[in-house]
């Protein structure tokens, strides 16, 4: 499968602190994107980053993206019971209209 | 802008019936769709690739003949389960893409959740 990993699986913590999600994936890509999705929902574009780039920020969102080890960071700054949602990284590995490899997800419980 | 809808939200239906989910993109046009299945607490796995007037490209291991997809239009993309079985039984999504040059975008829509009984 070329499906890529997160961690944690879950992942619970109180209003306030940080939360940061990792991704690791399997092949080249062309750029990482990352997801949220609220139970039973679709899904929510949060931020893209290319693969030349390092950083990306968005508001409370900050993504990293190593190439070298394939893998990438989600950090959610100062949280809010409403980040509470599954959150997937999917990578595309080509320009233009794109298949999207989702990972595994990380499941976040913020408690107020 | 770039909303895309499905219908139905939800659906149960007996097994050896076939069921049609539309999906549509209300105020874009999208030449190109993808349909991903997602069981519970589960990642999303891509189906298959809709093309507006072409057929559909499936992923290794979907039935093409079982998973029928037609895209019609720039704006919508149906997938019909043909003879549906419990383990049919998940959440499809849709999704659409748009913009023009480098990345795109892809704007998922809100799902809908077969059960088949």
């Known amino acids: 499968s070329q499906q890529g990993e997160e961690d944690p699986q879950a992942l619970s913590i109180q209003e306030g602190e940080n939360a940061t999600m990792n991704c690791s994936y399997k092949?080249?890509?062309?750029?990482l994107q990352w997801y949220r999705q609220n139970s039973g929902r679709g899904l929510v574009h949060l931020i893209l980053?290319?693969?030349?780039?390092r950083e990306k920020h968005s508001g409370r969102l900050r993504v990293t993206l190593d190439t070298s080890k394939k893998s990438s960071s989600l950090l959610i700054t100062a949280s809010r019971a409403a980040d509470t949602a599954s959150y997937f990284c999917?990578?595309?590995?080509?320009?233009?209209?794109?298949?999207?490899?989702f990972g595994t997800g990380t499941r976040l419980l913020v408690s107020p | 802008g770039a909303v895309v809808s499905q219908h139905p939200s939800w659906v149960i239906c007996k097994s050896g019936t076939s069921v049609k989910i539309e999906c549509r993109s209300l105020?874009?046009?999208?030449?190109?769709m993808f349909w991903y299945r997602q069981f519970p607490k589960q990642s999303l796995m891509l189906m298959a690739t809709?093309?507006?007037?072409?057929?559909?490209?499936?992923e290794q291991g979907v039935e093409k003949d079982k998973f029928l997809i037609n895209h019609a239009s720039l704006t919508l993309s149906t997938l019909t389960v043909t003879s549906a079985h419990p383990e049919d039984s998940s959440f499809y999504i849709c999704?659409?893409?748009?913009?023009?040059?480098?990345?795109?975008?892809?704007?998922f829509g809100p799902g809908t959740r077969l059960t088949v009984t």
């Open positions: 980053i290319r693969s030349n780039e």
């Open positions: 999704s659409a893409c748009a913009g023009t040059g480098g990345a795109y975008e892809q704007y």
């Open positions: 809709s093309n507006e007037g072409s057929k559909a490209t499936y």
């Open positions: 092949t080249s890509i062309n750029n």
């Open positions: 105020d874009f046009q999208a030449t190109t």
């Open positions: 999917a990578t595309a590995r080509n320009t233009g209209f794109q298949k999207l490899v």
